[in-house]
């Protein structure tokens, strides 16, 4: 059994920062792409950042530039730091894995919440 645990999540006033966190546990023999997507209720669930194992990145073009993904594959945990917040920015983030435990399987965290406010 494999989970995906976020924290980091709150709220915070627009032009702050927030760091977000998942950690992956369980029976994994290796994990492949991580990565963040945002949902607003009543809206579709967007990607908002990836990263290979290799460090490769991909950014969705809104939070280019301000967000930064980040992996330590030692510890098993994917991060999304996140400056320059903006109103927009407000919605529940999920993190995201291919794992392989030991055969290849997608697995999603509970999600965080991340409030930016005016």
């Known amino acids: 059994q494999v989970q995906l645990v976020e924290s980091g999540g709150g709220s915070v006033q627009a032009g702050g920062s927030l760091r977000l966190s998942c950690a992956a546990s369980g029976s994994i023999v290796s994990i492949n792409a991580m990565a963040w997507h945002r949902q607003v209720p009543g809206k579709q669930r967007d990607l908002v950042a990836t990263i290979t194992r290799e460090d490769r990145t991909n950014y969705a073009a809104s939070v280019k530039g301000r967000f930064t993904i980040s992996r330590d594959n030692a510890k098993n945990t994917v991060y999304l730091q996140m400056n320059s917040l903006k109103v927009e920015d407000t919605a529940v983030y999920y993190c995201?894995?291919?794992?392989?435990?030991?055969?290849?399987?997608?697995?999603w965290g509970q999600g965080t919440q991340v409030t930016v406010s005016s």
């Open positions: 995201n894995a291919h794992i392989n435990s030991p055969w290849p399987n997608d697995y």
